[in-house]
């Protein structure tokens, strides 16, 4: 089975700053996406942004960017201009391309941003 | 925008007791997912559901059954809960493609004491 690994449980960041957290996942699959979920204290999940595995331009969404290493089997979450709101946890996981029901969550990590 | 909605937010059980756990979507999603969340262990699939009356095993389904009936209700059962089934219960939808992202509910802290 796959696995996701996020080996930060807690990250601070400053507001307006920037902050870059890990993920990295193990797969001997060749098709398959990865996502950023989002989860605020309200606790609603959120995605935040996703990447095919067969492109090799990094996502960017606004302020949220990644950073996907196929070789290396990593995939971070860049978050620049940091606010308040992106005080959160965030989960990385990995959905597999031949079996679209399975998606494999990392532990998650939890940010905060100090004002 | 599509919508998830859990029954409860909060719940708390008696051991023994059998606990319903209600998810709707509103989106004729045909992927519905029950996942566990616990500290340092990320989301935890328990079951999932590829269209009515079907159903899978996720990792952690041992103390759990699911109900679906209707496309739109997927229903989670604890037949006898237990005091280590007290966790948040995430709820999840989607359409099938490896592309499709989850959307989810807003959770079920559930405490069995």
């Known amino acids: 089975a796959q696995t996701v690994t996020q080996s930060q449980p807690e990250m601070s960041v400053q507001e307006a700053e920037t902050v870059t957290l890990s993920c990295t996942y193990d797969t001997s699959e060749s098709d398959y996406y990865l996502f950023w979920y989002k989860q605020p204290p309200s606790r609603q999940m959120i995605l935040v942004i996703r990447?095919?595995?067969?492109?090799?331009q990094n996502a960017t969404e606004n302020r949220f960017s990644v950073n996907f290493q196929k070789a290396a089997k990593s995939f971070s979450l860049k978050i620049s201009d940091s606010q308040l709101g992106d005080a959160a946890m965030y989960f990385c996981?990995?959905?597999?391309?031949?079996?679209?029901?399975?998606?494999?969550f990392g532990s998650g990590t939890k940010l905060n941003v100090k004002p | 925008d599509v919508k998830v909605t859990q029954s409860s937010r909060y719940l708390v059980k008696r051991t023994g007791e059998k606990v319903f756990l209600e998810c709707v979507q509103d989106?004729?999603?045909?992927?519905m997912f029950w996942y566990r969340q616990d500290p340092g262990l990320g989301l935890r699939l328990i079951y999932f559901?590829?269209?009515?009356?079907?159903?899978e095993k996720g990792d952690i389904p041992e103390g759990y059954s699911v109900s679906r009936e209707k496309k739109e209700r997927f229903s989670l059962i604890l037949e006898s809960a237990s005091t280590n089934q007290t966790s948040m219960y995430l709820c999840?939808?989607?359409?099938?493609?490896?592309?499709?992202?989850?959307?989810f509910g807003s959770g079920t802290q559930l405490s069995v004491l």
């Open positions: 999840a939808s989607s359409l099938t493609g490896r592309e499709e992202k989850l959307f």
């Open positions: 996981a990995y959905r597999s391309g031949f079996n679209f029901n399975k998606f494999y």
């Open positions: 989106m004729d999603h045909e992927n």
């Open positions: 559901s590829y269209d009515v009356k079907m159903k």
């Open positions: 990447q095919e595995a067969y492109k090799q």
